[in-house]
């Protein structure tokens, strides 16, 4: 009888079952509460630093806020989307500047991006074998990313000077490879002396990440493609290359971003008033807020740039992850 009884009764729950049933007491609330109070405080640093301030300004661009609102800004009048129709009117002496700076930007983030790829992806591929020297080497690489933003373009502003300045004492004095000596920080090469301090800036940074792509990259299949016959060029074309692929889209796009948003470049580099051949939209939005003090269109224009950049780095993860699917 007593094992009938045994058999009839029911199964006893599941371990997990049991725990799920255990109460919740202060210990397990405070281990469980545990991740959420230590990444409150970078939300807290996040809302202030970051997203606030974008909320404050998307209201703004929807202000009349000009030199004459300063002292009690939150009483603006309205302004409705008219920072954004001034903004978009690119008939008028606004709106075509807007344009101008757009495709000033555009021109000089492609570039830059462009360079600072090959030149980081070239460098890593001649560092990827050892040889002596090869640490202090990557080191005097790194050194342009290293150093503060301001102390690099300071520089290259000096070395750009006409008279005095280290380009031409190379390229006039020494070289003889112009008979006259240019302007670098007015003009038409302004542009081109833009690029260079970029490019000098951000390679190192793509040199950096695809090193470090790299070391993902087995060496039995550079191995495997040299028995084959493999040559040093169809290595790369053949294995590092696609290797790299998923580290070289994430990089691109942040090439992109950060040199299309670029404001202590140009700003240090040029000053307040920037040559027409380099005005990027960073310091079109500067002028408009505060040298002309509208802040209204000013904010109006950093959402357009705002919306812009979001666009862009949706289609181009959608493209990405289409490209892959493709490939797999």
């Known amino acids: 009888m007593a094992l009938a ?3 009839d009764r029911p199964p006893s729950p599941p371990p997990a079952a049991r725990a799920r049933r255990k109460p919740l007491t202060w210990s397990r609330a405070r281990h469980k509460a545990l991740p959420y109070l230590l990444l409150a405080p970078a939300v807290c640093f996040e809302l202030l630093v970051h997203i606030v301030p974008m909320l404050v300004g998307i209201w703004i661009s929807f202000k009349q806020l000009t030199v004459f609102f300063i002292r009690n800004w939150s009483s603006a009048p309205d302004a409705g989307l008219a920072n954004y129709r ?8 606004i709106g075509q500047q807007l344009l101008h700076s ?9 570039l830059v991006v462009a360079i600072s790829w090959f030149l980081g992806t070239g460098a890593s591929v001649l560092m990827q074998n ?4 090869r640490g202090t080497l990557r080191t005097y690489f790194l050194i342009p990313y290293a150093l503060p933003a301001y102390t690099a373009t ?3 502003e000096f070395m750009f000077q006409r008279d005095h300045g280290a380009v031409n004492q190379i390229i006039v004095r020494d070289l003889h490879l112009t008979s006259h000596v240019p302007f670098w920080l007015i003009g038409g090469n302004s542009f081109a002396a833009l690029v260079i301090t970029a490019v000098w ?3 190192p940074f793509a040199f950096l990440v695809v090193t470090a792509g790299m070391q993902s990259i087995p060496t039995d299949l550079y191995e495997a493609a040299a028995v084959d016959g493999a040559g040093v060029w169809q290595g790369i074309r053949k294995i590092t290359m696609p290797s790299l692929r998923p580290v070289n889209q994430v990089l691109v796009l942040v090439l992109f971003l950060w040199n299309f948003n670029d404001f202590s470049t140009p700003f240090v580099l040029f000053g307040n008033v920037p040559p027409q051949q380099a005005d990027l939209l960073s310091l079109q939005i500067y002028d408009t807020s505060f040298q002309t003090w509208n802040f209204g269109s000013g904010s109006a224009m950093s959402v357009l740039l705002l919306l812009f950049l979001l666009i862009v780095t949706a289609g181009y993860l959608v493209a990405t992850r289409r490209a892959r699917s493709a490939d797999a």
């Open 5 to 7: 009884a045994e058999t």
């Open 86 to 93: 001034l903004a978009l009117k690119f008939n008028s002496a």
């Open 201 to 203: 800036r951000t390679w």
């Open 130 to 133: 050892p040889f002596r020297g």
């Open 154 to 156: 300071i520089t290259w």
């Open 102 to 110: 757009f495709y000033v930007t555009l021109g000089y983030t492609v």
